[in-house]
């Protein structure tokens, strides 16, 4: 798929402006929700979800957190950040590194 520099500067923009909206938290947001990974409540993702354009999520675990943005996906509900993925589908939430989900 070809994209032209009119669009691509387009979709830029878009991205930047939700990442200051969810950051800055300009948007209300859904959450926070509590996730417990591997079942173990001392190892907790926070996620909050943002209604921009395009949705972006928050995801806290321990101190470092995470944008994502929302992405196409054939269930469920899946956000892509830099390095990391979250995708939750039927209740269950799945987040990781980009080579490797949790």
Known sequence: MVISAKRLSHLVTQQRIAELQASYRLFPGKGPVFYACDNNPTNELVATFFPTDPPTLLAERGDSTSLMYQQ????????????????????????GDTARTR
């Open 72 to 95: 196409p996906a054939a269930s469920g509900t899946r956000y892509q950040g830099r390095n990391e993925t979250f995708w939750e589908h039927q209740g269950e939430a799945k987040a």
